[in-house]
């Protein structure tokens, strides 16, 4: 089958070089030739105009856009003039599901289809596979199904759910990797609360670890002074934790093994101090957009809430905040912040 791809960075270039190995046709659009000449190199082929990029295609079109979700709307707007009807426009980037909604129907008018795409897999994918949450109606889904299938890892990635073969409804695609979640906006909105689920479990992951990673606290001098609460009992934390070896066996049998600690047990085996690391940690939406869904649902969620809190203080966002806690105690109390 033969595919479009605008967006040709880690993961897109990745996910083209699984699909020509899987027999597939690729077409790439980017503005850089010598990103095109890379995938000339893999075997496809490429346009650095979007006139040029659609004509290479051949209709009913299915262009895949892997582009920030900020520009999914400008890069739509460029291929438009050039799109027919019966053409597919798939967004397999991280687009907030409303938006979903609103860009399939503008399109309809026009004959042109649209599928949401959440996609799963970071730069691993191209081995690995990529776990796909789709949204949009059934015909161009089942159109672009053998896309699905290639790019998904596959029946054999997991060990079968006891009791999932004996189902009776045996249309599901999800043991495969892939999965038609519903409507418009339905796989990008799966795939925003995985992406919140995401935020969770790294938190967790760097909060459990810190804690080890200070287990040695009662080693320190202890500071005596008004400013200072007091390590009670210094004894208690005499422990120099490997936390590379932590993370290995936590690998082996443990309840909380999973491939985001086969990363950080990677990632300490490295550097074990994470050096090259400065801690500032990004949001690219998802987990906000999680936290406004479970409000408009009235869901409680803490855990998410915190987990995405946490990445804005990351960034310096509470420092005023703490700079008016400390300008506070200075005020009642007198209290002198420590250097």
Known sequence: MQLGMVGLGRMGMNMVQRLIKAGHQCVGFDSNQATIDNLIKLGGSGATTPEDFVQKLTTPRVIWLMVPAAVVDDVIAQLLPHLQPDDILIDGGNSFYHDDMRRAAELKPKGIHYLDVGTSGG????????????????APFQRCEPIFQSLA????????????????????????????????????????????????IMASYAEGLNILHHANA????????????????????????????????WR??????S????????????????SKFAGRVSDSGEGRWTIKAAIDESIPSPVLSAALFDRFSSRGEADFGDKLLSALRYEFGGHQEKK
């Open 259 to 274: 491939w985001l600690l086969d990363l950080a047990a990677a990632s300490l085996l490295e550097s074990p101090d994470l």
């Open 218 to 249: 009662g080693k320190t001098k202890q500071i005596d002074d008004a400013e200072t609460t007091p390590l009670r009992d210094p004894e208690h934390y005499q422990y120099d934790i490997n936390l590379g070896d932590v993370t290995e066996v």
């Open 153 to 200: 890892p596959g029946i054999d990635e997991a060990p079968r759910t006891p009791g999932r073969a004996k189902l009776t409804d045996t249309t599901s695609t999800a043991e495969h990797g892939y999965l038609h979640c519903g409507p418009h906006g339905a796989g990008h909105f799966v795939k925003m609360v995985h992406n919140g689920i995401e935020y969770g």
């Open 123 to 138: 730069v691993w994918g191209a081995d690995r596979g990529y776990c796909l949450m789709i949204g949009g109606s059934d």
């Open 252 to 257: 082996r049998g443990s309840v909380i093994s």
